[in-house]
């Protein structure tokens, strides 16, 4: 009898563990595949303005109907979401995404600051060996430098 019930309590947790995975995946696409970002111009957290620029709609009826949903339902569904859907949606790149390579690097270095900041070290580490075997190849005494007369 005992068994039973642990097996369907482990049963129970790995159900919610799954339903919780898919769940946070469905936001995590929803939130970078489509393009969904907060606005830098937002009033507060720049969720109405970025939903109302990514759906094209005026981000005075976004702000309005947002406002009279929050009005009516109270805090507890509408600001909770609110404020949900403020963490985990990305904040909109300062400047815009020319090609998959930006949006690329945007992505890691919105997932993940260290990996992005050492991707760009080592691209600048890469140029400053360019740059001092290029000084090493002019400078030595092998290099002549010919002179037209």
Same mark, same amino acid.
């Given at each position: 009898?005992?068994?039973?019930?642990?097996?369907?309590?482990?049963?129970?947790?790995y159900n919610c563990k799954h339903r919780?995975?898919?769940?946070?995946?469905?936001?995590?696409?929803?939130?970078?595949?489509?393009?969904?970002?907060?606005?830098?111009?937002?009033?507060?957290?720049? #969720?109405? /303005?970025?939903?109302?620029?990514?759906?094209?709609?005026?981000?005075?009826?976004?702000? &309005?109907?947002?406002?009279?949903? $929050?009005?009516?339902?109270?805090?507890?569904?509408?600001g909770v979401m609110y404020i949900i859907?403020?963490?985990?949606?990305?904040?909109?790149?300062?400047?815009?995404?020319?090609?998959?390579?930006?949006?690329?690097?945007?992505?890691?270095?919105?997932?993940?600051?260290k990996s992005a900041i050492n991707r #760009?070290? /080592?691209?600048?580490?890469?140029?400053?060996?360019?740059?001092?075997?290029?000084?090493? &190849?002019?400078?030595?005494?092998? $290099?002549?430098?010919?002179?037209?007369?």
């Amino acid at each position: 009898m005992r068994r039973y019930h642990q097996n369907r309590n482990r049963h129970k947790f790995y159900n919610c563990k799954h339903r919780y995975n898919s769940l946070k995946d469905r936001i995590e696409t929803l939130a970078t595949s489509k393009g969904i970002y907060r606005s830098r111009r937002g009033i507060f957290m720049g #969720v109405c /303005r970025g939903l109302g620029e990514y759906f094209n709609f005026s981000i005075f009826w976004t702000r &309005t109907i947002a406002f009279f949903l $929050f009005l009516f339902t109270g805090f507890w569904p509408i600001g909770v979401m609110y404020i949900i859907a403020g963490l985990l949606l990305k904040i909109e790149p300062v400047s815009p995404l020319k090609n998959e390579k930006d949006q690329e690097f945007y992505d890691t270095y919105t997932h993940s600051h260290k990996s992005a900041i050492n991707r #760009v070290k /080592r691209k600048f580490e890469n140029i400053e060996r360019r740059i001092q075997r290029m000084e090493h &190849t002019v400078t030595s005494r092998e $290099f002549d430098w010919k002179q037209p007369f």
